[in-house]
């Protein structure tokens, strides 16, 4: 674990077998880890204390907190979900919209899905309504995370290897870029991180471009995760 303000380890845990996917609490107490085997395993996020250990049905290669921060959501490279209870790792029942991997952003309203053709769903919860973007770059894959400016009027999309920055109000394609191995948007859609080998590179929300980057001590990078405030 890594606080980027202060650019120091706040501690490391060796891992058994190699971790898949990550996701941290908005305000970084809790971090869970998912394994290619299944496993999923909690962690205090400042001390790297275990708190819950659960199994998935397969290889988790996706991990997001509800808005609340209550649920876990744990999805499969083939697009299957399995909900959890972020404070006990007890399995919970899914509904068709959360199987369909409906993400809700942090201004708690915009709900984003994949739509299955290389587009992305975004639909208004407050007022029930629905649009669909795409462009000439595509999402590939049932695995999407997304994050929304402050204003409401950009919209970010990651799939495993692919960043999409879009004009809400429009629909356009601002941006796309070719990701490393790993990455993570901030919630605000401000920048990213991305991962290739051991080199973290830190890049633009709005245009995609590489802003800087750092190489870390250790094994390549797997997985990257960000806290609300980009603290790690």
Do not use: Y
């Not at 060796?14 to 395993?41: K, N, T």
């Not at 998935?56 to 876990?72: F, N, Y």
């Amino acid at each position: 674990m890594i606080d980027l303000i202060e650019d120091r380890v706040l501690w490391r845990k060796p891992a058994a077998e190699p971790v898949s996917a990550l996701v941290a609490s908005a305000d970084g107490a809790l971090l869970i880890a998912g394994r290619r085997s299944g496993a999923l395993e909690a962690f205090a996020g400042l001390t790297g204390r275990p708190l819950w250990k659960a199994r998935c049905k397969g290889t988790v290669d996706r991990l997001r907190l509800s808005a609340d921060g209550r649920v876990v959501f744990a999805r499969d490279p083939w697009g299957g979900v399995q909900l959890f209870d972020a404070g006990s790792g007890k399995e919970l029942p899914l509904d068709e919209s959360q199987a369909r991997g409906s993400q809700v952003l942090a201004d708690g309203r915009t709900a984003v899905s994949p739509d299955g053709n290389g587009g992305v769903v975004v639909k208004d919860t407050a007022v029930g309504t629905e649009r669909r973007l795409a462009g000439a770059a595509r999402h590939e894959g049932a695995t999407l995370s997304a994050a929304i400016s402050p204003d409401g009027r950009r919209l970010l999309t990651l799939d495993r290897d692919l960043a999409i920055a879009w004009e809400l109000e429009t629909g356009k394609q601002l941006a796309h870029a070719r990701l490393g191995a790993c990455a993570a948007a901030a919630p605000d859609a401000a920048f990213l991180l991305s991962g290739r080998g051991t080199r973290l590179s830190f890049i633009d929300g709005l245009t995609l471009k590489e802003r800087g980057a750092a190489e870390l001590e250790g094994g390549p990078l797997s997985c990257v995760v960000l806290g609300a405030e980009g603290l790690f």
